[in-house]
């Protein structure tokens, strides 16, 4: 099925620039990073691809991964493989309806909602280019509702102790460059809280009889944690992996 209208290319512009889930230049790790981490499956947005400056990648959660597809902007409209869509509102109505697939594994994937760019985060991220909905001037309507900021996660993982090697489940919050850890979810005062700038590594262990079990290797200790899942072992790997990335960038 395919579109065709009389869009022009300034249409097209001011399309982009009012659209609140183009991230343009988010990478693509960037990108998947802030889906896995914040998003829900379905979330999707729009970001800018290597390909030339007519040339984007819409980028959408699935259940344990993101998936990418190339949308190339034409004189009249936008292309996704074979068919033409007179703007990028009308390509999302209409895969609202039909799913996506995912070429690789045949995974389909319906556009759920949109993961909106003006959220808040630290200084030590313009490199992904996220902005607050002050700094825009814009309303929010297009904004996913209560949608969470760029680079935070929490959950349970199971930790070791530092001194008696027993497992303990502790409740995790990540937020900018910090990790701490509580003795449950509706403790308020952490146990720990450990400086990201201080770490060297986070990686997968091998090295417990444990499966779905990571470390976070610091100057003085390493610390071993476990996922309930492959999945979210996978999630917090990422999401911390990208957080060291960023640090590194802003020294």
Known sequence: ?????DASSEDMHDE????????????RHAAEALLLSNGTVGSYLLRNSNGGPDCFALSVKAQDSVKHFHVTRTEDGYMFGFNKFTSLQQFVSHFANQPLLGSDTGT???????YPWRVEEPSIYESVRVHTAIQSGR???D???????????????VKQGAFVKNWKQRWFTLNRYELKYFRDKMCEEP????????????QFDYSHNRVNSFCLVFPDRTFYLCANTGVE????IKILRWKLSQIQKGR
């Open 1 to 5: 099925m395919s579109y065709y209208s």
């Open 108 to 114: 389909l994937m319906v556009l759920k909602s949109p």
């Open 139 to 141: 309303t929010g309507n």
């Open 233 to 236: 072992a996978d999630e917090w």
């Open 16 to 27: 982009l620039e009012t659209l609140g889930w183009y991230h343009y230049d988010l990478s």
């Open 143 to 157: 904004l996913v509702a209560d949608a969470p900021p760029l680079g935070t996660k929490e959950g349970y993982l």
């Open 191 to 202: 146990i720990r809280t450990l400086d990201l700038r201080a770490c060297s590594a986070v």
